[in-house]
T-cell receptor, first 112, second 114 residues
């Protein structure tokens, strides 16, 4: 990965359960973003959190950011089968130039 | 609403051939990114443009080049193709400087080199 690791690499849960995915990064950042990707499709932006924010909500999504630990978590509550996808974090990279750098991704499978 | 348009969606080329991928960003978006994604891999940053100028380069081979035109569309040119170039190539666009705001991705071009 160009940026960091996601944890876990794969997650399998039952519909209705919560799913938590973690992301670590290496550099100083302006913001951290979460994306979702269905197999072989384009990435879809979920949520962006700035470096001066600690928590953000959007519908069933809750994102936290800890810049001292260089980590973020994405919580999906009351998961649905349609949430099955790969989830990536990406950082707006300040240290190494102007780009959006992706982490390794978590494969989430929600069983109905 | 208009999205990022990539063409072609699928491309099959032979080794040592050349390929050109096109990207049409969302209107008024001034940043374009290119990413390469191999099977089961995370998207690898190739190159970005902001206001029609190259902004940053990532792990882009010297055989690849890209540019952004006056109408903000971008093209990724790939020469001397190798089997290892087979991948999904995504273009994304955003409003404002690269990395600063959410990026909108196209559906990708699946390149197969045989």
């Amino acid at each position: 990965s160009q940026q960091g690791e996601e944890d876990p690499q794969a997650l399998s849960i039952q519909e209705g359960e919560n799913a938590t995915m973690n992301c670590s990064y290496k550099t100083s950042i302006d913001n951290l973003q979460w994306y979702r990707q269905n197999s072989g499709r384009g990435l879809v932006h979920l949520i962006l959190i700035r470096s001066n924010e600690r928590e953000k909500h959007s519908g069933r999504l809750r994102v936290t950011l800890d810049t001292s630990k260089k980590s973020s978590s994405l919580l999906i509550t009351a998961s649905r089968a349609a949430d099955t996808a790969s989830y990536f974090c990406a950082t707006g990279d300040m240290e190494y130039g102007n780009k959006l750098v992706f982490g390794a991704g978590t494969i989430l499978r929600v069983k109905s | 609403a208009a999205g990022v348009i990539q063409s072609p969606r699928h491309l099959i080329k032979e080794k040592r051939e050349t390929a050109t991928l096109k990207c049409y960003p969302i209107p008024r978006h001034d940043t374009v990114y290119w990413y390469q994604q191999g099977p089961g891999q995370d998207p690898q940053f190739l190159i970005s443009f902001y206001e029609k100028m190259q902004s940053d380069k990532g792990s882009i081979p010297d055989r690849f080049s890209a540019q952004q035109f006056s109408d903000y569309h971008s093209e990724l040119n790939m020469s001397s193709l190798e089997l290892g170039d087979s991948a999904l190539y995504f273009c994304a666009s955003s409003l404002g400087p690269p990395g600063n705001t959410e990026a909108f991705f196209g559906q990708g071009t699946r390149l197969t080199v045989v």
